[in-house]
């Protein structure tokens, strides 16, 4: 939790949201494959994760594999302009509670 809440200090996942462009670039994916390690905790998790996407919404589970780091670096962006910098700690409690 305390390297989501520095992440989310950091402000640079506002990128994301402000500039779709910011999307497509590789380091994107692997800064959104660092959040769902972050998140999820090993690629397995992930996997079974995509698998269950997958299966839930007949997205073949490769695409989705592509996609969740785009999104984990999406949402990452919309909590980072949600709470604002130096507020994270105080904006993320909020949102989870």
Same mark, same amino acid.
């Given at each position: 939790?305390?390297?989501?809440?520095?992440?989310?200090?950091?402000?640079?996942?506002?990128?994301?949201?402000?500039?779709?462009?910011?999307?497509?670039?590789?380091?994107? =994916? @692997?800064?959104?494959? /660092? $959040?769902?390690?972050? %998140?999820?905790?090993?690629?397995?998790?992930?996997? #079974?994760?995509?698998?269950? =996407? @997958?299966?839930?919404? /007949? $997205?073949?589970?490769? %695409?989705?594999?592509?996609?969740?780091?785009?999104? #984990?670096?999406?949402?990452?962006? @919309?909590?980072?302009?949600?709470?604002?910098?130096?507020?994270?700690?105080?904006?993320?409690?909020?949102?989870?509670?």
């Amino acid at each position: 939790m305390d390297s989501l809440l520095g992440a989310l200090s950091s402000g640079r996942h506002e990128q994301y949201v402000d500039d779709a462009q910011a999307l497509g670039r590789p380091e994107t =994916v @692997a800064d959104g494959n /660092g $959040i769902l390690g972050h %998140l999820l905790g090993s690629k397995d998790v992930s996997r #079974a994760l995509a698998q269950q =996407v @997958a299966n839930s919404t /007949g $997205i073949s589970d490769s %695409l989705v594999k592509q996609m969740l780091p785009v999104v #984990a670096s999406l949402a990452m962006g @919309a909590l980072s302009k949600q709470t604002g910098r130096g507020q994270a700690a105080e904006g993320l409690a909020g949102i989870l509670d």
